[in-house]
T-cell receptor
Framework: DAGVTQSPTHLIKTRGQQVTLRCSPKSGHDTVSWYQQALGQGPQFIFQYYEEEERQRGNFPDRFSGHQFPNYSSELNVNALLLGDSALYLC??????????FGEGSRLTVL | GNSVTQMEGPVTLSEEAFLTINCTYTATGYPSLFWYVQYPGEGLQLLLKATKADDKGSNKGFEATYRKETTSFHLEKGSVQVSDSAVYFCALTTNTGNQFYFGTGTSLTVIP
């Protein structure tokens, strides 16, 4: 049973560029949440998707957007990258509002 | 609002020592409480959870009791092993369940 998978694992971008991160949820899960984890900090909630709709959003600017596909996989897009966007981006899936299962993350470095 | 405060790290212990990592919370409504663990280079894994006051979560020798009166959920283990070296995060979610609030994490290193 595959767990949560994320791609890419590492990527480097320059300021002003755009990035797309991808996530496949654990089998049987229908809800995907995205978190940003800055170095030495706890994960911060970006948003959650359920039934292809954004159900809840944290305190992140509109540069952060997402999408959920009919197969429950999800993408996180960040536009106009800033140095401060450098972080580990974690995808977590759940069945409804149950326990979160995390992927290993995508580490984004913005130069 | 909702928030979690964890004790500052890093924590270094000798093998077989007793571990306590303090966690206190502020929440609206009736939160569920969690401890997650992050091993080097990996994502977060659920260690244990408690969903109502006085519940005790336990797993792999770790325990934490949901104390509503002190708004705390301290993590304990009687005898740590080198393999327990990781970063530990306390977290809560409210009864809507949509958003988890994490503490800043406590790094634990266990030396032989």
């Amino acid at each position: 049973d595959a767990g949560v998978t994320q791609s890419p694992t590492h990527l480097i971008k320059t300021r002003g560029q755009q990035v797309t991160l991808r996530c496949s949820p654990k089998s049987g899960h229908d809800t995907v949440s995205w978190y940003q984890q800055a170095l030495g900090q706890g994960p911060q909630f970006i948003f959650q998707y359920y039934e292809e709709e954004e159900r809840q959003r944290g305190n992140f600017p509109d540069r952060f957007s997402g999408h959920q596909f009919p197969n429950y996989s999800s993408e996180l897009n960040v536009n106009a990258l800033l140095l401060g966007d450098s972080a580990l981006y974690l995808c977590a899936s759940s069945l409804g509002i149950g326990e979160l299962f995390f992927g290993e993350g995508s580490r984004l470095t913005v130069l | 609002g909702n928030s979690v405060t964890q004790m500052e790290g890093p924590v270094t212990l000798s093998e077989e020592a007793f571990l306590t990592i303090n966690c206190t919370y502020t929440a609206t409504g009736y939160p569920s409480l969690f401890w997650y663990v992050q091993y080097p280079g990996e994502g977060l894994q659920l260690l244990l959870k408690a969903t109502k006051a006085d519940d005790k979560g336990s797993n792999k020798g770790f325990e934490a009791t949901y104390r509503k009166e002190t708004t705390s959920f301290h993590l304990e283990k009687g005898s740590v092993q080198v393999s327990d070296s990781a970063v530990y995060f306390c977290a809560l979610t409210t009864n809507t369940g949509n958003q988890f609030y994490f503490g800043t994490g406590t790094s634990l290193t266990v030396i032989p």
